[in-house]
């Protein structure tokens, strides 16, 4: 990412994307806190990464913590909190990306520290965080990085899917 910042407008349609997944019971479990870069809160959320996220994200313009609630206001589990809040994840980052913004999903940061800094409560799930930005220029990051830097293979579909009963 190129450090280049990101205005409010700007991001406002990845929420709005995010706003708009399918949920069951249409509880729409997902929040999303977020810190822009240059804010007081942009230190808070930084320090929740690994350190190899620490430096894939040193350029990011905003950083994004997803949380789902896992109960609904009666107190009943609802079971598909992380199901939901994962559509609503995809719908931000389609909109990033055709926005012509690098969206990065991370599963690489301390989840407890997270609930705690950022005062999540009880009923909340710790998703996943992701890091958005202009894009930068490859040749920018650290040789480790660039030679990350390719498309990820996928397993064969064939691999994937299986019709009826489980097998291996």
């Not at 069951?24 to 942009?42: E, I, K």
């Not at 998703?127 to 930005?133: C, F, K, L, S, T």
Request: aromatic share 10%.
């Amino acid at each position: 990412m190129s450090g280049e910042s990101i205005s409010q407008a700007e991001l406002e349609p990845l929420f709005e994307a995010a706003r708009w997944a399918p949920s069951a019971g249409n509880q729409q479990p997902w929040r999303m806190l977020y810190a822009h870069r240059d804010t007081p809160s942009w230190e808070l959320f930084y320090e929740l990464l690994n350190p190899g996220n620490k430096t894939w994200c040193a350029n990011a313009a905003v950083l994004v913590l997803f949380i789902s609630r896992t109960v609904n206001p009666e107190g009943r589990p609802i079971k598909t909190h992380s199901y939901d809040t994962g559509a609503a994840w995809e719908n931000f980052a389609l909109q990033g990306t055709r926005s012509g913004l690098v969206v990065h999903g991370m599963q690489g940061f301390n989840y407890d520290l997270a609930r705690e800094t950022l005062g999540i409560p009880a009923e909340f799930a710790v998703e996943a965080m992701a890091a958005v930005g202009r894009p930068g220029r490859k040749e920018h990051l650290s040789e480790s990085l660039q030679a990350r830097e390719f498309p990820s293979v996928r397993r064969p579909l064939a691999e994937t899917i299986i019709e009826g009963r489980y097998q291996e």
